[in-house]
């Protein structure tokens, strides 16, 4: 069980004797002081808000212009890539089209080769054998003639080979060229981009920083804005019971009852550090009664407690008793010693049925089993 948190107004009425005397007035100003810093404590946290939003809404128009600009970078990006993409796919061809001219060369150079064989070999015939008939001389430089001049085309040929090599190569540099220039303009673009992106990053912690205080700040405004609704009901019970009429006599001997007292309701009792009272674990809707006579200051609900019953027995002394499944008394009534107030139940958050007890004086907590009988 978690530290149990008590408006200071309601300690107040354990700490003055009469609840009806002129105290009574100091316990409700107590009451309106401590609404007075709750309402304080709103007025920061909201203006603290408004600042945060004003923050956060330039920091969302930050991250609007990154989104736009990290757009922009992303679309330059690709253009470059498919230039350098563009450019690879011109080196290809280039560099296929050089096979093919190196090839042409190969088989020109092949032939002319050929050629210039047979032009030898039939010279040599001539020159060793001698021409018996003139028809075989003119033939002989017939195609000592067509051999010269295919000689001279294969030649030419070649050369223009070569010439459009020249200028492949002189081609090829200038795509090589473009190509490292693409690239560093990709470079560029890419640490531009991460750039961005960074940026866009830190931008966005931000943002989820101002929008957890925000959350925060809303649900501690929203438990404060709660606990000044209760303050202002506690502010009219205490009023209420101020005017009400004095039909019995306060107890003023409950600092005699310790270790006599009767436990509210049967079942295992535990206790932790946490918190200032007992934990009765018992079935749910079992009758609670009041440990000894006294006035009941507040029953309603409390955060923390659930359905809650305090009774004022006098002389400083008070009892609580939380996670009630209903409530039998009201503000302002009186409870008999061993009187039936409540039932026990998991009002408040509980998981498992039972009833929170405690025993204060002056608004301080005394352990419960150093009071009730075993």
Excluded at 103 to 123: D, F, G, T
Excluded at 155 to 180: N, V
Excluded at 257 to 285: F, N, R, Y
């Amino acid at each position: 069980m978690h530290f149990r948190w008590i408006p200071v107004a309601v300690l107040w009425l354990c700490v003055i004797p009469d609840a009806r005397a002129a105290g009574q007035d100091m316990s409700i100003e107590d009451a309106g002081q401590e609404l007075e810093e709750i309402n304080n404590k709103i007025q920061k946290l909201t203006k603290k808000n408004l600042g945060r939003e004003g923050e956060l809404g330039k920091i969302q128009l930050n991250l609007q212009k990154l989104d736009k600009l990290i757009e922009s970078a992303s679309v330059n990006l690709n253009k470059v890539i498919q230039q350098i993409h563009s450019t690879h796919v011109r080196l290809q061809k280039l560099d296929d089209k050089k096979a093919f001219q190196a090839k042409s060369i190969h088989q020109h150079q092949s032939r002319l080769a050929e050629q210039l064989r047979r032009l030898h070999r039939s010279s040599e015939l001539v020159r060793i054998f001698g021409l018996a008939k003139p028809q075989s001389l003119n033939q002989y430089l017939i195609n000592q003639s067509h051999f010269r001049y295919l000689q001279k085309t294969r030649s030419q040929k070649i050369a223009e080979i070569h010439q459009q090599q020249r200028h492949l190569q002189q081609t090829e540099q200038a795509f090589t060229t473009e190509l490292k220039h693409f690239e560093r303009l990709s470079r560029q673009a890419k640490r531009k981009k991460a750039k961005l992106a960074k940026e866009k990053n830190h931008r966005e912690k931000m943002a989820n920083k101002l929008l957890e205080g925000l959350k925060a700040s809303k649900k501690e405004i929203a438990s404060l804005d709660a606990n000044r609704k209760q303050l202002n009901e506690l502010i009219e019970k205490l009023r209420f019971v101020n005017a009400h009429p004095k039909d019995k006599d306060e107890p003023s001997s409950f600092g005699t009852l310790q270790g006599k007292l009767k436990w509210p309701v049967k079942g295992t009792i535990t206790k932790t550090s946490s918190a200032p009272g007992v934990t009765i674990h018992t079935d749910e809707g079992l009758d609670v009664r009041a440990v000894s006579g006294g006035r009941v200051v507040f029953a309603d609900w409390m955060r923390g407690f659930g359905l809650l019953i305090i009774i004022d027995h006098g002389k400083g002394y008070m009892s609580l008793y939380g996670n009630n499944q209903s409530l039998y008394k009201k503000s302002g009534d009186w409870a008999e010693p061993g009187a039936v107030i409540s039932t026990t139940g998991r009002s408040g958050g509980k998981k498992e049925p039972g009833l929170y007890f405690e025993i204060r004086k002056n608004a301080k907590p005394k352990d419960p089993r150093n009071w009730c009988k075993s």
